[in-house]
């Protein structure tokens, strides 16, 4: 049976019917394997908990697809009270007027009994429709969704729509946006993030959780698809050149160097990009898998660490540790490496800050010192 649980940590709630795809989300996301093993992953039939998200204590709860929600074994009122938002994971390869169904009961019950619970639906395995008939089935999700709630009489639900697969960077996104509504210290990120863009050279910035490769925080400047996806792809490759180190020298390993890559081509679509990223991300990763990896390893323990990697298109992409959890990826002109170590510095003192946002009780660091341009 579940118990309240020892605390009031914000909790996410993943739900949806069997098959849908929750147990591949969760092992993409929080425990990186690939799409593709998720195939032979067996259904979810036991109801787990894990805590993710160290940094903000995020927890996740799993349910079966056929989970009843009069079973006496859950109690509704604990369930949804501490939760903060809660997933709805449908199959938009699959016919999906039971899942509709089932999302509209527990949307009813939950927000009977927490009113502040974001719902957040993810119209998933994309990967299979056409552009067309994406937008179709959001759009017949959406209004059926919608009419059956206002002939209830239920209005002031707060309902969003996210269209994901775990083949894409699309689950990524989707995650950033649900835990982002979550996180109160957000407008104070964002601040931070857009005070490094308009002060420095920085074009684009992001921060990550370095186990999940979600971001918490961006700057204001819109995403695009592209450079978050380089951005995200860069953890990946520290990581695995960290490893390298970490393995062979037993040493802290600062990942300082150049690498050169080839960045996405300028006027391909996004999936060329991505391509490339990933190609090249998987050069570097053949190069690593080449030594035994440890799996928990963080990017390095020191929390100055940062590396960059140079693209041929003028551009250059900046990662900076921010903490054991949390990291800076930004993307900003390659010429700015010319002083470069006025980039260590105002990194240095916007992840100061962050610290500082993120973590109030830890001991009072200096004051955070003024960006420099
Ligand atoms: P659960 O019962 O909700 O936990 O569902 P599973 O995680 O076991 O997934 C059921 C099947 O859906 C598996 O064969 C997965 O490989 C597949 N699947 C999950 N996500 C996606 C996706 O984004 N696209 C596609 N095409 N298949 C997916």
Redesign the pocket.
Known sequence: PLSSGQTAKPRLLVM?L????????LNVVFNKMSPNE??F?E??SIMSRNDILSFLDFQLWDFP?NLELGDSTVDPGLLFQQCGALVF?IDA?DEYIGALRRLYEVIILAHRLNSTITFEVFI??I??LSDEHKIDTQRDIYQRLHDELAESNVHDVHLSFHL????DHSIFEAFSKVIQKLIPQLPTLENLLNMLCSNTNVEKVFLFDTASKIYIATDSSPVDMQSYELCSDMIDVVMDISSIYARTQHAKATPSGYLSLQPPSTNGGSSNGRAQASSNAAVLEAAANGMARDPGLAIVEDDESHATIRLNNGQALYLRQVNQHLVLVSLLRDDSFERQGLIHYNFGCISEALNMVLMPESPATAAPHQLHI
């Open positions: 949806g069997r098959r849908s795809g929750k147990s591949s989300i998720t195939l992953l259904s979810t697809g994971v390869q998933h395995k990967d299979g994901t697969s775990i083949y």
